[in-house]
C-alpha cells in the first residue's frame, strides 16, 4: 500500500498582514491542494490521509468549502481519509463538514467518529483508527478509545490523531489534545500519522519510526523555514514502510538581511533580486547602514520599489538605516557658528560617528520639541 499523508494545509487562511500578496497567498493553499491530488494521482497512491487542519476554520465559505471537495474528488487511486483538526473541528454547531459531506465523493470518508475504519471496500487490508477533534482546544487527548478496542493483526493498523506530542511539539498550555509516546504506544497499531506542527518529524523518517508529522504543505509566514512537506508513504506485504519528503508549496517566506553603505551596495542588491527567482518569495527584508543623502532618497525613490517588483511580497524593517550626516547636510540645517554646527563639525572632523550621531539625534530631538 502507498499512500499520501499530509495535513494543517489550512484552506482559507487570510494573511491580512500582506497587503497586495494576500489574494494570491490564499489562492496558493488551493493551487497546492490540487497539486497534492495530481501527485498522489500520479505516483499510484492507494489512498490519501489528511490528518486534520485542512481548513482553517469552522466558518468558512461553501463555495470554497466545495472548491476544495472538487479538487479532492480528482483522486483515482481509492479512499481520501480526512481527519477533523483542532482548526476545523467536528461539532453539531457548524456547517463545515455538511458542506463538504454536500460535496464529497463516495470515496471520501470523513473521519467523524471514534470507531475504527475498515478499508476491505476499497481492496485495502488496512483499519484507520482515528481521533477527531470536536473543539479547538482541549487538555485531552482522543486516542484513548483504541487501547479498549478489539484490533485486528492480520490487518495493516494506522491510527489517525490531531494535537501535540510531548518532547516534539511545543505545547506550554497543554490545550492542543496533548499525547504522549506512552499513549501512542497501543499494541496492534503499526504506525501513527500525526496533524498539528507544521514541521516534518522525524526531520529523516525511516523504515523504524512509527509516528510521523507530515509538516505543512503550503508555508504560512516567517516562522516556516521550509518550503512545504507532505510525505509519501509505502507499505509492503510484511508490514516494512519506507517514507519520503516531497516538497509541493509554491510560495516560500525568507527572512533577509542587508547592509547599505554606498551606491554599489543598493545596486548590486537589486541586480541580485533581479537576477534569481523571487516571484514566489515573501520577503522580510532587514537594512542597516548608512548612506549619503543623495543616496539615500534615491534607494526608497527609485531602487527599492523596484526591488519589490521582483518578489510576491517585500516588507521592509529600515529603522536601522541611517542617512549619512555630511558637512553640507549640516549647513542646512544648523546655521555656521552655533553650538549645534560647531560640536557636529569637530566630532565630523575627528571622524567619531558614534559621537557624531549621538549628539546629531539629541540635537534633533530638541529642536522638534521646540
Not at 22 to 30: G, S
Not at 156 to 167: C, E
Not at 302 to 322: A, C, M, N, Q, W
Request: include cysteine.
Amino acid at each position: 500500500m502507498k499512500l499520501l499523508h499530509f495535513s494543517d494545509l489550512h484552506l482559507g487562511l487570510q494573511f491580512k498582514n500582506y497587503g497586495s500578496a494576500a489574494k494570491d497567498l490564499q489562492m496558493a493553499r488551493y493551487e497546492t491542494l490540487e497539486r497534492l491530488i495530481t501527485l498522489a494521482n500520479e505516483k499510484g497512491c492507494d489512498a490519501i490521509i489528511i490528518a486534520g487542519d485542512l481548513f482553517d476554520r469552522v466558518k468558512m465559505k461553501k463555495a470554497d468549502v466545495l472548491g476544495a471537495i472538487k479538487s479532492i474528488n480528482k483522486f483515482t487511486g481509492g479512499p481520501v481519509i480526512i481527519l477533523p483538526g483542532n482548526h476545523d473541528f467536528i461539532s453539531n454547531d457548524n456547517d463545515l463538514w455538511r458542506y463538504v459531506e454536500g460535496g464529497k465523493n463516495e470515496h471520501v470518508i470523513i473521519l467523524a467518529e471514534k470507531k475504527p475504519y475498515d478499508l476491505e471496500n476499497y481492496d485495502l487490508n488496512v483499519c484507520i483508527y482515528p481521533a477527531p477533534c470536536s473543539a479547538k482546544h482541549s487538555s485531552e487527548n482522543e486516542v484513548g478509545w483504541i487501547e479498549e478496542t478489539d484490533i485486528k493483526n492480520e490487518k495493516l493498523n494506522i491510527g489517525v490523531a490531531h494535537g501535540s506530542l510531548q518532547g516534539v511539539a511545543p505545547d506550554l498550555n497543554d490545550e492542543h489534545f496533548p499525547m504522549t509516546r506512552e499513549e501512542l504506544s497501543v499494541p496492534g497499531i503499526d504506525t501513527w500519522l500525526l496533524g498539528h506542527i507544521h514541521i516534518p518529524w522525524p526531520d529523516i523518517p525511516s523504515a523504524n519510526d512509527n509516528i510521523f508529522y507530515s509538516g505543512i504543505p503550503e508555508p504560512e509566514d516567517m516562522n516556516c523555514k521550509h518550503k512545504g512537506s507532505a510525505l509519501i508513504i509505502e507499505f509492503d506485504d510484511n508490514r516494512e514502510k519506507s517514507v519520503e519528503i516531497i516538497v509541493p508549496g509554491q510560495n516560500y517566506f525568507e527572512r533577509k538581511s542587508l547592509v547599505l553603505e554606498s551606491s554599489e551596495d543598493m545596486d548590486d542588491f537589486a541586480e541580485v533580486t533581479q537576477s534569481e527567482d523571487y516571484q514566489n518569495c515573501v520577503c522580510k527584508l532587514t537594512v542597516t547602514g548608512s548612506l549619503d543623502p543623495d543616496d539615500y532618497v534615491r534607494w526608497y525613490n527609485e531602487v527599492l520599489p523596484e526591488i519589490k517588483k521582483s518578489f510576491l511580497y517585500l516588507k521592509t524593517e529600515d529603522s536601522g538605516l541611517r542617512q549619512k550626516i555630511t558637512k553640507e547636510r549640516l549647513d542646512g540645517i544648523y546655521p555656521e557658528g552655533s553650538f549645534p554646527h560647531k560640536l557636529l563639525s569637530d566630532f565630523l572632523k575627528d571622524n567619531d560617528q558614534q559621537a557624531l550621531e549621538t549628539a546629531f539625534d539629541l540635537f534633533k530631538d530638541i529642536k522638534d520639541e521646540n
